[in-house]
């Protein structure tokens, strides 16, 4: 048998291509679970990979994908069975081991999850990595006693992956969100998603040397790091707390004052949803098919074929993809 991928390669001048190739199954590596892939997300770290940049990928011919959704074809573990349907976010597929880029996949049993009744295969990738993440935010927020009558949350990066699903989900579970983005023609999007206010990134991006500012939000969802995870820290409510999965704008914050965290009761919390333990991810995926709104979610889907991968993939690296950039791999 064989199967469709799209495959980044490197020759020996270093240079890095991709292409989408037709490969033989004694290709893909060991694993527990054979999966017939639909469909996977372009995220910002596949752009990295397709490009051969950040030093992810480390062993070529490589096939990226970081998250994908199908069916399960051949099981040599008793939780999966021929034709179930699954998810698989993290666990470094699409970096380190071959991911979702292709119309079959081979991985083990442990990073797979069964996909929740209520939500397709196409939906489990408009929420993906991305959306995960976003529920492992709020999940955190709401550990950390942030509810809807605590005041409003802000979330940065809104117009991306990351921050497309908080906003939505954020309003459907009755928070109040203000939205952060630098592109102005991305308000009416966010506001349809459930954004209450709209705040330019370049109000949240400006140095500032004070140690704290007026009070202004309950908590936050960060997905971009950098100043504006500063900038916000700065103006969080007693008692607040943000959620930060921002590294777009930089791992390093900036001007960094612990004062926020010493004078407010502030915490930050980091979260990392690349190896969650199997019943978190269960948890998270029961939460996503409960509380987010499938409509709103279809409002930020814009599906792509494999073809399509190498063209996009500078332009998620530059923030110009809005919404969530659905791959049907068939296609």
Not at 52 to 68: A, E, W
Not at 109 to 114: G, K, Y
Request: proline share 5%.
């Amino acid at each position: 048998m064989g199967f469709r991928a799209l495959l980044v390669d490197k020759d020996e001048n270093g240079t890095v291509s991709a292409a989408v190739q037709e490969l033989d199954d004694s290709r893909l590596p060991a694993g527990d679970v054979t999966v017939a892939v639909e469909y996977s997300t372009l995220n910002y770290k596949d752009g990295l990979c397709i490009l051969g940049k950040g030093g992810l990928v480390r062993t070529f011919p490589h096939v990226p994908g970081v998250d994908f959704s199908g069916t399960v074809e051949a099981s040599d573990d008793p939780r999966y069975r021929p034709g179930d349907r699954v998810v698989l976010t993290g666990w470094r597929v699409g970096e380190i081991w071959w991911g979702g880029y292709a119309t079959r996949a081979r991985v083990k049993a442990d990073w797979l999850v069964p996909l929740p009744a209520e939500i397709s295969n196409r939906q489990a990738m408009a929420i993906g990595t991305a959306g995960l993440t976003s529920m492992l935010a709020v999940m955190a927020l709401e550990k950390a006693g942030i509810f809807p009558n605590k005041g409003e949350i802000v979330v940065t990066g809104a117009a991306g992956g990351v921050g497309s699903v908080a906003v939505a989900l954020l309003d459907k579970l009755g928070y109040t969100v203000a939205a952060v983005t630098g592109r102005p023609e991305t308000a009416d999007y966010l506001r349809k998603l459930g954004a209450a206010s709209i705040v330019d990134r370049a109000e949240l991006s400006e140095a500032n040397g004070k140690p704290l500012e007026s009070e202004r939000w309950a908590g936050g969802i960060d997905a971009a790091g950098g100043d504006m995870l500063m900038r916000i820290l700065k103006q969080m409510k007693y008692g607040g707390a943000v959620a930060s999965i921002g590294l777009a704008a930089g791992a390093a914050i900036p001007s960094f004052t612990v004062v926020p965290f010493l004078l407010r009761g502030v915490s930050l919390l980091g979260i990392d949803s690349v190896m969650r333990p199997y019943n978190q991810r269960i948890d998270a995926w029961n939460r996503l098919e409960a509380d987010l709104p499938m409509d709103r979610l279809e409002d930020m889907i814009v599906e792509y074929g494999l073809g399509d991968l190498p063209a996009l993939a500078p332009l998620i690296l530059k923030g110009g993809v809005k919404g969530r950039a659905v791959i049907d791999v068939r296609r």
